[in-house]
């Protein structure tokens, strides 16, 4: 599986690997045809294996920022591909997903908003790292299923509506590992409720963990 590329037999919203006999474009998953999520899109630049995990690791938990931009970097390059190639247009914000105040005190930085403000940097594309607002503390999702995941999450993210811009009506929300879905998803719904009008929401996040190898290290 390593060297396949993210894009190859993945579902579009979600970027589950739906492999390896499947051969379509534009592909949806049976779990985002039953309950699509909102968003569309997701452009994930890497599977969540080795020695992408190792790397991840070392930006996070060791605060490697050089791993941090080689990550942020090749996540620039899928957006940029997926751009070229017509399958999305270019967001007009970008949105780190938030951490809580304990684990953003415990870990030094928010590794979403890293990732984020660089590809702003590299695209030329505003962010906003005040919007939005984690609460209380989740326990690390690594063992739950989708359904304990969401309902763990509901309510937990808070958007300022003083930050919410009426003429922005297009945004990626940035997240470093996606699992689930459910912590986007989460964030997702607190947004659209915030903006109260059209928003077209994508996710990009670097690497995506798969249901054949779902190991992840918070
Ligand atoms: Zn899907």
């Given at each position: 599986m390593n060297d396949i590329p993210w894009n190859i037999n993945a579902c579009i919203t979600c970027a589950e690997y739906v492999g390896p006999y499947v051969f379509e474009e534009d592909m949806v998953c049976a779990n985002c045809q039953q309950k699509p999520p909102l968003c569309k899109t997701t452009i994930c630049a890497?599977?969540?294996?080795a020695p992408i995990d190792g790397l991840m690791n070392k930006f996070k938990h060791e605060r490697n920022l050089a791993a941090g931009r080689l990550l942020t970097g090749c996540l620039c390059q899928a957006v940029m591909e997926a751009i070229m190639q017509g399958r999305i247009t270019m967001p007009q914000l970008l949105i780190p997903v938030p951490l809580n105040s304990l684990r953003l005190r415990k870990r030094g930085f928010n590794q979403a908003q890293f990732i984020a403000k660089g590809l702003s940097h590299l695209l030329n594309v505003n962010v906003n790292t005040r919007l939005c607002k984690r609460k209380g503390y989740q326990v690390?999702?690594?063992?739950?299923t989708r359904w304990q995941r969401q309902s763990s999450l509901r309510g937990v993210f808070q958007v300022k509506?003083?930050?919410?811009?009426?003429?922005?009506n297009h945004i990626a929300i940035i997240d470093d590992v996606m699992t689930t879905g459910a912590t986007t998803q989460a964030l997702s719904q607190s947004l659209v409720k915030a903006w109260n009008g059209p928003l077209e929401i994508q996710v990009w996040c670097i690497a995506r963990t798969q249901s054949f190898n779902t190991k992840l290290d918070w």
């Amino acid at each position: 599986m390593n060297d396949i590329p993210w894009n190859i037999n993945a579902c579009i919203t979600c970027a589950e690997y739906v492999g390896p006999y499947v051969f379509e474009e534009d592909m949806v998953c049976a779990n985002c045809q039953q309950k699509p999520p909102l968003c569309k899109t997701t452009i994930c630049a890497l599977n969540y294996l080795a020695p992408i995990d190792g790397l991840m690791n070392k930006f996070k938990h060791e605060r490697n920022l050089a791993a941090g931009r080689l990550l942020t970097g090749c996540l620039c390059q899928a957006v940029m591909e997926a751009i070229m190639q017509g399958r999305i247009t270019m967001p007009q914000l970008l949105i780190p997903v938030p951490l809580n105040s304990l684990r953003l005190r415990k870990r030094g930085f928010n590794q979403a908003q890293f990732i984020a403000k660089g590809l702003s940097h590299l695209l030329n594309v505003n962010v906003n790292t005040r919007l939005c607002k984690r609460k209380g503390y989740q326990v690390p999702q690594q063992s739950q299923t989708r359904w304990q995941r969401q309902s763990s999450l509901r309510g937990v993210f808070q958007v300022k509506k003083s930050e919410v811009n009426r003429g922005t009506n297009h945004i990626a929300i940035i997240d470093d590992v996606m699992t689930t879905g459910a912590t986007t998803q989460a964030l997702s719904q607190s947004l659209v409720k915030a903006w109260n009008g059209p928003l077209e929401i994508q996710v990009w996040c670097i690497a995506r963990t798969q249901s054949f190898n779902t190991k992840l290290d918070w």
